[in-house]
C-alpha cells in the first residue's frame, strides 16, 4: 500500500480532482467534474474515492455498482473516472484506488468489474492491464451523428 490515504469522495474534492484533471489534460473543466462528482456521491457514496498524501489530494476514482446494462442482469462494478496527479504516479495510488473499488464493489455484491478505455489512450490501457483487467465478451459500438 502507498503512503497515500484513500477515503471515499467529497463534494470538498471537486476542486482537487479539477487540479488533477488540468495536469493531465491541460483543461479547466469545473462545471464537468462538479457534475460528475456530485453524480457518483448521489448514486454509490462509498465507492468512488481519492487518495490523500499529507492532506493533499492526489488521486481520484469514480464509479458505482449497476445491474441489467447491455443484457447482463449481474451487479457490475464500474471505473468510468479516474487519475492520479503525475508527480505522484508509479507509488501506487491508482492501484490503491483501484483495489478499494473493488472491494467496495464486491461488498454490494458484484462479482466483475468494468472500464471502457479509448484506443489511443495507451497509458490508461497499460494501466488497466496491469490491474488485471482483460478483454470483455461485449463490443463498444458507435454511430456518428
Known amino acids: 500500500m502507498p503512503d497515500a490515504k484513500i477515503r471515499p469522495v467529497t463534494e470538498l474534492d471537486i476542486e482537487a480532482i479539477c487540479r488533477i484533471d488540468e495536469?493531465?489534460?491541460g483543461k479547466y473543466r469545473p462545471e464537468a467534474w462538479e457534475d460528475r462528482v456530485v453524480y457518483y456521491i448521489r448514486r454509490d457514496p462509498d465507492s468512488s474515492q481519492v487518495a490523500e498524501?499529507?492532506?493533499?489530494v492526489v488521486g481520484f476514482m469514480l464509479g458505482e455498482v449497476?445491474?441489467?446494462e447491455f443484457g447482463m442482469e449481474e451487479p457490475t462494478g464500474w471505473v468510468e473516472f479516474f487519475g492520479v496527479d503525475p508527480a505522484?504516479?508509479?507509488?501506487?495510488?491508482?492501484r490503491a484506488l483501484m483495489d478499494t473499488l473493488a472491494s467496495r464493489f464486491q461488498a454490494k455484491v458484484a462479482h466483475v468489474v468494468r472500464t471502457i478505455v479509448r484506443a489511443e489512450d495507451r497509458e490508461i490501457a497499460s494501466f488497466i492491464r496491469r490491474m488485471g483487467f482483460a478483454p470483455a465478451p461485449v463490443t463498444a459500438l458507435e454511430k456518428p451523428l
Open 23 to 25: 495536469k493531465i489534460t
Open 53 to 56: 498524501r499529507d492532506g493533499k
Open 66 to 68: 449497476r445491474g441489467g
Open 88 to 94: 505522484a504516479r508509479g507509488g501506487g495510488v491508482g
